[in-house]
């Protein structure tokens, strides 16, 4: 009961917090809060949404089951960042300066191309899909189990899915990143605190846990883990593909349009991904202790609730709490973007007269379909669901070389974004379906082929055509700026190059 | 450093080559062992540590350079309304 307590105290405070934010009128505001949010508010905005509550439950598989493996996520969290440092700066003058909202619509004013807006909106929707039904599934999971089975699964989905649906749709960004400070404070201190505790409960400390670890399970501490043969390449792949493809979720990449500046997002490119790894370590030296235990061992994906139901009812309640924290920040991120996403890049292209209000009405109701249509299919089996979502790493990894490319290379151009993007889903998504020999037995996975395949077809597809035009021009909006650095603003330095982007376009 | 082509090249580069370090094989392998344990950690887990920690130093360094070039400075003034309007009549 005392969990369910916890949880209502955590609800009340997001809601209060948030307050002042409901009722945004302005599209722009809520799409992208209108870049109003400072260094802290963005790297524990990145930090909450990124890490999702299902690392607790469906991914402990790899920590408690497998043991060192689950540290891949700490190099690919890192290289993650990689990425955020590479677009800062394009992203966030581009982006201030064409009012965008989305990364769709932003390669649509690279590639001046409404259709790589289209394909690049919809492969953000339908790879993210997964991971919204799995982080319902996981609230659901928490509440029926933080309870003793009072709640059952699907009320506690139901609760965690009104929530959501009621201050994303009400506030927007403004909302969700308000919410994410919190969640993602509660989740750093709070969190890492308590699975400290835990470690300390369980083993004695970390010295003595990793002591009975040599001593008794030597085989968690190497990769690839008990009873399993994999060749070092898996390790790769699986730390490429994930840290190339971690920063082009949309409802991770669009935080970037709520900066208030370049430093701002470079700072959080700094703070976002360490505050992420003491985090991380924790649960993974954690996971791996509880290895030595069989309860933990044979049940992984309940192991941490386990654990902390053993150790007592307030580090239960507070572990329920963090865990849907960590949900309720990705899910938020999540709905906001997809609505957004919905309305700016999908029923805009379609239907271009559209007027604010109307754009946010969409923005608003699909947040209630999408919320209807995931309660509906919340019903499917968790472990297909894993399944799926490590799939969609697979296919929003190709967005990749669009978005690198795309701001680092004046030569890349819309049909090899348009032809790389759609081909080398293709390859990656029939490889990792068909699963033929050589993926298992050389043990890089299908994306990497994908994005090999991408990467290739724009490039030569970059060398068959001359720069455009609109491409120069994006150029000169980077170089006035960076030669006007704090001092003027670009349109008062150069109002010719101003009109004529207006006319390129 | 000043151009920020040529740096971002060079601290993107020297990123890879530390991701690398933790995770292609063959370079990966030779930490892939219990032994010597360092503080207390067995050596795999040290190497990734060790490898994430210069990581987040040079982040930093690059931040720093970023910052005495005022790189980070950089800001600009939206469009106004009138010219996005007609930004979208022209496209």
């Known amino acids: 009961m005392l969990s369910i307590i916890f ?15 409901f009722g945004v009128k302005s599209f722009e505001e809520y799409a992208t809060a209108r870049g109003s949010f400072g260094v802290l508010a ?25 043991g060192f493996i689950g540290l891949y996520v700490l190099t690919y969290a890192t290289l993650t960042m990689l990425s955020m440092y590479l677009v800062a700066e394009k992203t966030y003058i581009w982006g ?56 059952s699964p699907v009320v506690g989905m139901l609760i965690g899915i009104v929530v959501v649906l009621a201050y994303v749709s009400l506030g927007g960004m403004k909302s969700v990143i308000t919410a994410n400070i919190f969640q993602g404070a509660f989740m750093f201190f709070v969190g890492t605190g308590v699975m400290l505790y835990m470690i300390f409960k369980f083993s004695g400390g970390i010295a003595a846990g990793m002591d009975s670890l040599v001593t008794n399970h030597p085989e968690t501490l190497t990769f690839p883990g008990p009873g399993w043969e994999l060749p070092t390449a898996f390790w790769t792949s699986i730390i490429v593909t994930s840290g190339l493809g971690g920063f082009m979720w949309p409802w991770v990449y669009n935080k970037l349009f709520a900066s208030d500046s370049i430093r701002s997002i470079k700072q959080s490119a ?40 053993e150790v007592g009812p307030v580090v239960l309640a507070l572990m329920s709490t963090i865990i849907m924290a960590t949900s309720i920040a990705t899910v938020s991120g999540i709905i906001q973007a997809m609505s957004t996403s919905i309305s700016r890049d999908v029923a805009t292209v379609i239907k271009k007269d559209i007027s604010e209000k109307t754009a946010m009405k969409i923005a608003r109701i699909s947040v209630f379909i999408i919320g209807a249509i995931c309660a509906v299919l919340a019903t499917v089996d968790v472990g297909a669901l894993i399944n799926i979502a490590l799939l969609s790493y697979q296919g929003i990894i190709m967005i990749f070389p669009v978005v690198i490319l795309g701001l680092y290379w004046k030569r890349a151009n819309k ?76 349109n008062a330095v150069d109002p010719a190059l101003a009109s004529t982007n207006l006319k390129n376009k | 450093m000043k151009s920020i082509g040529k740096r971002n090249l060079f601290f993107a580069a020297s990123f890879i080559v530390l991701v690398l370090l933790a995770s292609f094989p063959g370079l990966f392998d030779f930490s892939n062992k219990i032994e010597p344990r360092i503080f207390s950690l067995p050596f795999s887990y040290f190497w990734q540590f060790f490898i994430n920690i210069l990581i987040f130093l040079l982040l930093i360094t690059w931040y720093l350079v970023d910052a005495k070039y005022g790189d980070l400075d950089i800001d600009i003034e939206p469009l106004t309304k009138v010219q996005l309007q007609e930004l979208e009549v022209r496209k």
């Open chain 1, 7 to 21: 949880i209502v105290i955590f609800f009340v405070i997001v809601f209060a917090i948030n307050a002042k934010n």
């Open chain 1, 42 to 66: 963005i790297s524990l905005a990145v930090f909450s949404t990124w890490y999702v509550g299902a690392t607790f439950t469906a991914f402990a598989g790899y920590s408690v089951g497998y």
């Open chain 1, 96 to 151: 201030k300066k064409y009012h965008i909202g989305t990364q769709a619509e932003l390669m649509d004013l690279r590639y001046k191309s409404s259709m790589v807006r289209l394909v690049v909106g919809i492969a953000g929707i339908v790879f993210t899909a997964p991971w919204l039904l799995m982080e319902w599934i996981t609230q659901g999971v928490i509440f029926n189990y933080a309870t003793n089975g009072l709640i």
């Open chain 1, 270 to 309: 700094l703070i976002a991904p360490i505050i992420g790894a003491i985090f991380y370590v924790v649960f993974q030296l954690l996971g791996n202790i509880l290895y030595m235990n069989d309860t933990a061992r044979n049940k992984p994906e309940e192991a941490y609730m386990w654990a902390a139901g």
């Open chain 1, 415 to 490: 049909e090899g974004a348009l032809a790389g993007m759609i081909i080398g889903t293709i390859v990656s998504m029939t490889l990792t379906v068909t699963e033929p020999a050589f993926i298992t037995n050389l043990g890089w996975s299908a994306g990497v082929y994908g994005l090999i395949t991408t990467t290739v077809i724009m490039l030569i597809a970059g060398y068959a055509k001359p720069v455009e035009a609109h491409v120069e021009d994006l150029w000169n909006d980077i170089e006035t700026a960076r030669s006007n650095k704090k001092s003027a603003p670009l």
